[in-house]
């Protein structure tokens, strides 16, 4: 248990902040802003909710006085334990900043506060006819400044890319309560340090993210959605690559047999015997760009004898339901085991099919449950290493798995996560990716912006 930091006297300042409607010191309200989607649990001392910046800006000068810790969160639906307070103090939930301040067609940019769904954004612009094209899987339920913070990816990366690509300011509060606004409205600027890059991915230990500015696109209007079904997984993401060099997907995922089996309820149509892999590829624009588009690929398509069945959607109701089977796979997974380790790798795209063999070889190796989906179209592969926690003896396996698929993927010349962080799940391995200098740069900067280690402490490194 870690210290507790917080006197009468500071909650009395805190409450003068925010109201007492706007902290929440009950154990039973605290429990629920204990836990992610990594299943750990660490229970704050207190939960704030600000509802604007202002306040934002007055609980950090009262976190910085008295070395209290803080810990941004969304929705807590990050997968490596980035909203966690490992060291107690506040967490600062920012679920009430949740409003689209600015929609502006013309000049193609929104402006939102860090607590909007991030779905809830995408419906609004999509009334403009504008795209704002990141979509996580969860992207239902996480917020916004979650998915800066995190750097969020999404099956429509391979074409459009990530949060990174479409955060053009932001306006942060730092570790003493100074607001900082950096970045532009416009599509170019280089004015400067690129502030807005270096805070996008900084998991909540920069600063507290309370604006953000980004970049929408025009909403393609039309889509086909296709499924590859195979008899071998090694022959589907050997296709990937190759695919690639002369087609531009707006999304390419794959399902291992495994991932197949825990959706077939949810998936549009049933699966013929022995199907142990599918490629889900999806083409958009305008309807002429996307008939020209699949002309091209089903003529590439048909001349692929590994290809056990094509299955184009019918209509936007089946292509639907197709996507929400391959969204389900993740919270489907706990049905084979209880608890899972889960991982985001990356892998150039020609390696996909090593990596595969890799993670059955670990998990014959280990008498483990392993299995792999995910962004092929990225290389960002999700390795589920399924297990009982309780039963000691396959945890422990399950680290040594942990341990050799990082090992695998760097030796591919991979990176240990594509879209998920680095939170607690994976600190103690980034020496394995990043160089001393590296570390010893990243912390510097860390200590130029919180040099007192109040925000998000012991995340990353
Ligand atoms: C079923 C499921 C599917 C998922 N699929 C994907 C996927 O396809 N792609 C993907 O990238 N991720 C995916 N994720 C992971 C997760 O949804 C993302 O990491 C998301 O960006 C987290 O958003 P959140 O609002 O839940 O943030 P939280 O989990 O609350 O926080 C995540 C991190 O951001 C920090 N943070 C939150 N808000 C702020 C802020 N305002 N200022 C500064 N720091 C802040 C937190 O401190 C923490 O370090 C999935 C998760 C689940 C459960």
Redesign the pocket.
Known sequence: MPTPSLTKNILEKLTTIVGPAGIETNKEELLCYSY??TGQEFLPEAVLFPENTKQVAGIMKIAHAHTIPV??????????G??LPLKGGLV?A?AK?NRILEVDPENQIAVVE??VI?GNLRKRVAQDGLSYPP????VA???????????????SAVKYG??RDYVLGLE?VLSDGRILATGVRTNKGVVGYDLTRL?TG????L????KIIVRLIAHPTATRTTMLLFGDLQEATSLVAKLLLSHTPAKLEYLDGTALNIVAGKLPTPLPKGTRAMLIIELDGDPESVAIQAEKLDLFLARQPAIQQQVNATDAKQAKRLWFAR?QV??SAFKLKPDKISE?VVVPKTKIPDLVQKTEKLARDLNLLIFTFG?AGDGNIHVNIMVDKSDHKEYARAKQAKESLFKAVLELGGTLS????V?TTKAEHIGLELSETSIAVMKELKNVFDPLNIL?PG?IF
């Open positions: 992610d989607g810990v941004p969160r969304g929705a807590g639906s990050g997968m490596t980035g909203s600062l920012l900043m860090p607590g991030t979509d996580p899987a969860s339920f996480c917020t916004m400044g979650g998915n800066v913070a995190e750097c969020a990816g999404g099956p990530v949060t942060v805070f900084s998991e909540g230990t600063a507290i993210i309370t969204k993740s919270p985001d962004h594509g879209e998920h962080g939170g998000n995340k």
